[in-house]
């Protein structure tokens, strides 16, 4: 006999694995790269906010922002369940989300399609300010998602998918308004 037909002999109900619910909540296997998932997670959020913000602006992606919140608490919540983790590591929807936000609350609108600085109110940017903006919200978010200042680490205690989730948008928030102020400061 086999494990399966063995537990299905047994009477204790097989649990199928979440497929689809691993896959988006690892972000398509991005989760599984060794040492450090959580910043390839957060890479990945950076490249496909990126890849949305050149394909067709910056309105789109604020409503990104809250569907891959909802299909994040989604698929966290269906992944913690069936591995029985509070938070697994290698679950980095979370870090994809919360980059995401920092980058469309906290970016200023740019082009990337043209070589022609845009005017904003903090400033005009082209490509290579651009490369500027990504790095510094990205390693803005990481500080804030690791450091974890109040109420951050709080927001893990929520059940499920939102403990998950909420910490990251939170570190996204605050890595906005850091990013914000260098912005309009100059700093940057």
Not at 74 to 87: E, I, L, P
Not at 119 to 128: C, K, M, R
Not at 146 to 151: G, L, V
Request: hydrophobic share 55%; proline share 7%.
């Amino acid at each position: 006999m086999t494990p399966d037909t063995e537990a299905a002999a047994s009477g204790v109900p097989l649990r199928k694995k979440p497929t689809i619910s691993f896959l988006l909540a690892t972000w398509f296997g991005a989760g599984y790269l060794p040492k450090a998932p959580g910043t390839w997670g957060s890479l990945a959020g950076v490249i496909v906010t990126f890849i949305i913000q050149a394909a067709v602006g910056w309105k789109l992606p604020a409503g990104c922002c809250l569907l891959l919140a909802v299909v994040g608490v989604w698929s966290s919540s269906r992944v913690a369940a069936y591995t029985g983790k509070k938070d697994p590591q290698f679950v980095v929807i979370d870090e994809v989300s919360g980059q995401m936000l920092t980058l469309v609350l906290g970016a200023p609108v740019f082009s990337v399609s043209s070589s022609i600085p845009v005017h904003t109110p903090w400033g005009n940017f082209g490509l290579s300010e651009l490369w500027l903006v990504l790095v510094a919200a990205f390693l803005l978010f990481r500080l804030f998602d690791i450091w974890k200042p109040w109420p951050i680490r709080r927001l893990e205690r929520l059940p499920g998918g939102w403990g998950i989730m909420a910490d990251d948008w939170l570190a996204g928030i605050y890595a906005a308004i850091v990013l914000r102020l260098a912005l309009h400061f100059h700093v940057l």
